[in-house]
């Protein structure tokens, strides 16, 4: 394992005063609070890239997975909020800075045993605390039910059925055939058409929830950033098949652990009724459920997530928060 040097914040990596307003996070200020440090694994072929963020020393650690065509930048609202936990959030194999796999597949199975040879691999098997948000919720349940072995696990906007039986569901047949028509086309055209700007706009304007106009064009200019760094058409198109042949729910049963499902009432891909019979699945659950917000609880309800978090874990604080206001669910 490769540990870059301690970094005082990736808001620290270009000037503020050189960005857009608009395009400014609106979490920037905090996360700049946070040590930032850098590391490289190599697990199942990969070249797995990481960002531990907070103190080195803290008791307690989180391993963060992010979801579908998105990478650790995503879940770093909900980090900034967090303070005296370590956090760590690597990019997925194939996206961001992360390789493909070469020994395993880009299914749910291959990132799950890579979740597990990640966790090894920093010697925190059974000590971190794992979280996954959307296609990361699918991969962690999946690794924590095959065996990863961790005290909690916590699911922000867990898949919790078939793709196809959300709330919005003809949308979701329309992605499926999008990604088919990208899968049939040739290399460039297909290529050419996942990334397409419009497209991913059109996209990011049906997840955003938000009226917040600023908040709302940042979210839109994350998904422009990070939404196509991947490394190939066929990483991205196996991954699609994975997060929409899969959910949290097949896995739920074999989780023993205590499990925090934060969820949201406006989510497209997963309804509420389909969120309180996959917590009905868990042995030890409990849930937050976030109102009028859809799929995009880490981008535009940070703050509520880390609240729900750092009551779940009974440690660890809030940024501004002398003592954390957290929302909490039925345990069972």
Same mark, same amino acid.
């Given at each position: ?24 996070? /609106?979490?920037? =200020?905090? *996360?700049?609070? &946070?040590? %930032? ?7 199942? $072929?990969? @070249? #797995? ?27 770093? /609202?909900?980090? =900034?909020? *967090?303070?005296? &936990?370590? %956090? ?7 996206? $961001?800075? @992360? #390789? ?46 095959? $065996?990863?072995? #961790? ?182």
């Amino acid at each position: 394992m490769s540990l870059g040097a301690v970094h005082e914040g990736q808001v620290c990596r270009c000037s503020l005063e050189s960005i857009p307003m608009s395009l400014i996070s /609106p979490y920037a =200020a905090l *996360l700049a609070e &946070l040590p %930032v440090r850098e590391g490289t694994v190599s697990i199942l $072929g990969s @070249s #797995t890239k990481f960002w531990d963020y907070g103190p080195a020393d803290a008791e307690t650690i989180i391993v963060a997975v992010h979801g579908f065509r998105g990478e650790h930048h995503g879940l770093e /609202p909900v980090v =900034a909020q *967090l303070r005296g &936990l370590r %956090v760590i959030s690597p990019d997925l194999p194939g996206f $961001g800075e @992360s #390789t493909p796999l070469t020994a395993a597949t880009h299914s749910i199975a291959g990132y799950s045993a890579w979740l597990t040879a990640f966790v090894e691999s920093l010697d925190l098997d059974g000590r971190a605390i794992i979280l996954g948000h959307s296609f990361g919720s699918i991969v962690t349940s999946a690794a924590v039910g095959a $065996g990863l072995a #961790t005290p909690r696990l916590v699911l922000i906007n867990p898949i919790a059925a078939p793709a196809l039986s959300g709330p919005k569901a003809f949308l979701t047949w329309l992605t499926v055939m999008y990604y088919r028509l990208g899968a049939a086309l040739p290399e460039k055209l297909g290529a050419a058409l996942l990334g397409n700007w419009i497209i991913v706009h059109i996209t990011s304007i049906v997840m955003v929830t938000t009226t917040d106009k600023h908040l709302r064009r940042w979210i839109h200019n994350q998904h422009h950033t990070y939404f196509s760094r991947y490394s190939d058409r066929s990483t991205v198109l196996d991954g699609f098949n994975a997060s929409v042949t899969s959910d949290v729910s097949m896995a739920a049963p074999a989780i023993t652990v205590p499990t925090l499902l934060i969820a949201a009432d406006h989510d497209p891909i997963t309804s509420v009724r389909a969120l309180h019979r996959l917590q009905d699945l868990f042995v030890d659950s409990s849930m937050v459920m976030l109102a009028d917000v859809g799929h995009l609880i880490h981008y535009e309800r940070p703050l509520e997530a880390a609240r729900a978090i750092v009551g779940f874990l009974g440690t660890g604080s809030v940024a501004g928060d002398a003592l954390p206001d957290v929302a909490s669910g039925g345990s069972r």
